[in-house]
Each structure stands twice: as structure tokens, then as C-alpha cells.
């Protein structure tokens, strides 16, 4: 069987205003979806608080085993809860530098 790939929200390519946004900017956005995950704000993302988020986004229609594969494909580390850092590498694995695109 092939393995279904996990539902992410990609980086936004363009503001509301038709902008490529800033470094900063995607900083912001990616810190404060972070935040949003880590809701005891301890720094990390434990898979309690994963599968809750995830339940409140998919409508509880995310089963344990997809939360298992999202959560094995986010811990690159194994040590059962997500880092800031891993976080941002997940988020970011399907980037693409807005200068590329551009030609620049």
C-alpha cells in the first residue's frame, strides 16, 4: 500500500496583497503555527498535542495511524516529540526560495 502523505498548509507564496513575503514574514507565520501546536507552550509539540490540533483541523476525520506517520515524518530525531526546529524543516521541505522562481 502506498503511503498516504500527511495534509500540510503550504508556505505562502504571495500576501493577500499579491507580495512574495518577506524572510520575516514566513518566520512570523511559521513560529506562530508553532505556537499554535505547542499549547502548553513548553517548546515542543508532543503527540497529544498534535493529534488535538489535528482533530480541530480535519474535523476529527484523522485517524491515530495518519497522526503516527505524520508524527514519525515531523520527529526526525525519534525522541517522540517535535522540536521548533524540526518543525520549520518539515514546513519547509517543499519551499521553494522565491528568487528562484523569479529567474533572479
Known amino acids: ?10 508556505v505562502p507564496r504571495r500576501m493577500a496583497s499579491g507580495q512574495i513575503p518577506s524572510e520575516s514574514q514566513v518566520k ?30 480535519s474535523h476529527d476525520k484523522l485517524q491515530d495511524i495518519d ?15 517535535i522540536q521548533y526546529s524540526e518543525f520549520v524543516d518539515w514546513v519547509m521541505q517543499d519551499a521553494e526560495d522565491p528568487l528562484e522562481r523569479q529567474g533572479q
Request: aromatic content about 4%; overall charge negative.
Open 1 to 10: 500500500l502506498a503511503e498516504a502523505k500527511p495534509a500540510k498548509q503550504p
Open 67 to 81: 497522526i503516527d506517520q505524520l508524527m514519525n515524518v515531523m520527529d526526525t530525531n525519534g525522541d517522540g516529540i
Open 28 to 57: 512570523q507565520l511559521i513560529c506562530d503555527t508553532f505556537r499554535r501546536f505547542d499549547q502548553n507552550g513548553d517548546g515542543i509539540i508532543s503527540r497529544p498535542e498534535l493529534s488535538k490540533v489535528l482533530a480541530i483541523i
